[in-house]
Nanobody
Framework: QVQLVESGGGLVQAGGSLRLSCAAS????????MGWFRQAPGKERESVAR????????NYADSVKGRFTISRDNAKNTVYLQMSSLKPEDTAVYYC??????????WGQGTQVTVSS
């Protein structure tokens, strides 16, 4: 089992950048694939970016390709989401999650990102 805590959200102007962090507890962080998801008001939760257990494979939603970068540091039990060229439509609560066998079982509490125009 793993507990996840996100940080780094906030208010930023369009075109700006933020880096989200997700700290995981437990000694088995490196066994999990990790993902960032987001949910905007009135919308369903959507996948933003995913990374394999060793960081060797990543994938992104089309809406964030070229602007967001997911990375992880297994020595620090942390996964990151670097967000650049932010747009108002990126406004959402961002969640990190850990997957076992392809299913995201463990979720953080979320961090709010607000992009002003």
């Amino acid at each position: 089992q793993v507990q996840l805590v996100e940080s780094g959200g906030g208010l930023v102007q369009a075109g700006g950048s933020l880096r989200l962090s997700c700290a995981a507890s437990g000694r088995t962080f490196s066994r999990y694939a990790m993902g960032w998801f987001r949910q905007a008001p009135g919308k369903e939760r959507e996948s933003v970016a995913r990374i394999s257990w060793n960081g060797g494979s990543t994938n992104y939603a089309d809406s964030v390709k070229g602007r967001f970068t997911i990375s992880r540091d297994n020595a620090k039990n942390t996964v990151y989401l670097q967000m650049s060229s932010l747009k108002p439509e990126d406004t959402a609560v961002y969640y990190c999650a850990a997957a076992e066998s392809g299913t995201y079982f463990y979720w953080g509490q979320g961090t709010q990102v607000t992009v002003s125009s």
